[in-house]
């Protein structure tokens, strides 16, 4: 069976890791990464570029093709796969826009009584500033679209807000992704990256999980992709799962089919857990990166039926057991991240860190140049390990983490801290 995997990072090196466990699976990465290349191969495609997509996965007669980021999905390239007789993984255009369009996303919730901070739409910059004027408290402003996890701007003061509005509107720094501006109540609490997988029909709950987002210890410095996450987080008790999954998990995927765009896929959803209630941050319509590293490490078995349920409509009697009681992942960045970096530093000691029995190693910004192994993007590698404690899968992945050097490496030294007690 030949699975083809779109995208090329750290994220869907772990996909393709899972799949190719089973017997007899090819992975294909597309474009990939010099990780997906050591378990299969790649082929260089624009993984936007839906006809691009389709003609690769009929000239490698692949099987199954799956969809790890969100540009592609929200582009249609997995209508496309359909229609032509493709199986593919990830939700159609239509159920992409809970990602593809914040206000959509903010909308819907409205619908469905799904709890979400309190919210107001713009598309003139001037009524926006005067509405921050008036309300004189922290406000959150976000550009509609897609803007890389950039267009959002938490401000402390009505001056930060209205700045904001003009990078957005007037400046136009995310291009039409800021058309319109989404102004929000300012919401305080321990974020959490909840995943499920639906086949359109029922739905596979998966752990929960963590990230990190800020580019330095202590989450401070600005926001990346994400320096590294951990699974399980100690704040998502019994209790607040129960809450995740009645008033949030299941209206969404009720409210979707109900409005006529089913969604199938991988649904993440960003929460902010403020004393105890789950309140939406966001919408995903993807696996998150990287916090899928970590559930990737801890499902047990194949993710096959999971990853084929989902994209052909039916899970079958699927239910998901987990491996292993604790994953963290430890994101390796070329220096300067997020802003400018350098590319081409070649990476050492790669073999030696992936030694440990309860350590892999995922590749994301990796290319091949010769016989070496080269850094060519931001986030590089996301070492990951599993233990019977966060404590424990922490030891393990730093101590990979430091056999690991190329120039300028960054990396956080507390990824966990809220769960870890040495
Ligand atoms: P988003 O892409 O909408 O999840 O926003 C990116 C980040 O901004 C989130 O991960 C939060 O850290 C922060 N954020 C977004 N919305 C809010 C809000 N209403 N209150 C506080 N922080 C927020
Ligand atoms: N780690 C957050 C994201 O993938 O959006």
Known sequence: MRVLIVGGGAREHALGWRLSQEEGVEVIGAPGNAGIAAIGRTVPVDPTDAAQVVALAKQ??????VVGPEAPLVAGVVDALRDNGIDAFGPDREAAQLEGSKIFSKEFMARHDIPTAGF???????????YIEEAGRPLVVKADGLAAGKGVIVASDAAEAIAGVDKIMRERAFGDAGNRVLIEECL??????????SDGRRFIPLAPAQDHKRAFDGDKGPNTGGMGAYSPPPVVDADVERKILERVIEPTLKGMAAEGRPFRGALFVGL???DGEPMVLEYNT??????CQTLMTRWKGS??????GSAQGDFGGLTPEW???????????SGGYPGSYEKGKVITGLVEAAEHPQVTVFHAGTAL????????????LSVTAIGQSIDEAAEYAYAAAEKIEFEGKQLRRDIGWRARTR
């Open 120 to 130: 107001a739409v713009f598309d003139d910059p001037d009524a926006a500033t005067r």
């Open 323 to 333: 491996e292993a009681p604790a994953s963290l992942c430890v994101v390796l960045a």
């Open 286 to 291: 993807r696996f998150g990166d990287p916090e």
């Open 60 to 65: 490698e007669s692949a099987d199954l093709v």
């Open 369 to 380: 140049r010769g016989d070496d192994i080269v850094t060519s993007g931001g986030r590089v």
């Open 272 to 274: 902010m857990i403020v």
């Open 303 to 308: 993710i096959m039926p999971l990853i084929r």
């Open 188 to 197: 305080v609490g321990q974020e959490v990256s909840y995943h499920v997988v």
